[in-house]
Nanobody, 123 residues
């Protein structure tokens, strides 16, 4: 299984970014997907998750109302739209695929991880 995350970059506070994660090597549409992030010196934390069909989503409180997770099963890709970015959103963002189709907010439920994409938000 390979997950390739992209779309990170350096932006100013208040800007938007859309992260993408392209998956291969597994039947993408069977599994829930998640986004996590890790800031320097901090543990990896949950950001957002989506179930196999896209019909259910979950968000960390830090991203509610600003972040939107979506997926395109025809393209084997999951997205994270991030609006109104804040300096505290600065982190490496990782996509991951769950052990099954039911979404989870727990790191331990995710079987495969991408390499991460860096998001830096300047004040």
């Amino acid at each position: 299984v390979q997950l390739q995350a992209s779309g990170g970059g350096l932006v100013q506070a208040g800007a938007s970014l859309r992260l993408s994660c392209a998956a291969s090597g597994r039947t993408f549409s069977r599994y829930a997907m998640g986004w996590f992030r890790q800031a320097p010196g901090k543990e990896r934390e949950f950001v957002a998750a989506i179930n196999w069909s896209g019909g259910r989503t979950a968000y960390a409180n830090s991203g509610k109302g600003r972040f939107t997770i979506s997926r395109d099963n025809a393209k084997n890709t999951v997205y994270l739209q991030m609006n109104s970015l804040k300096p505290e959103d600065t982190a490496v963002y990782y996509c991951a695929t769950d052990l099954d189709g039911t979404l989870s907010t727990e790191l331990s439920e995710y079987a495969y991880w991408g390499q991460g994409t860096l998001v830096t938000v300047s004040s």
